[in-house]
């Protein structure tokens, strides 16, 4: 079984604290040269404060690498 490599990330927003975890390569098949990354956003203080995304303040996304990589980042300034 292969280790799991799972970025964590802090940041505040209009006076929320929230957790962003990447995982670049949740689905990886080298054969095919194809990535899936997993996105989850999280509202950890208040806990479950609505975003933008969600309503319930979590929110679990797959996303083609480009997409992240174009946006700058999973977490940008």
Partial sequence: MTERNIRTYDLSWSGIQIEIYHEADWFDDPK????IPHLQIESVSP???PLPMTETGDRSHFTPPDDIESAGGPVTS
């Avoid at 095919?32 to 990535?35: G, L």
């Fill in 32 to 35: 095919e040269n194809y990535k």
């Fill in 47 to 49: 806990a479950e404060a």
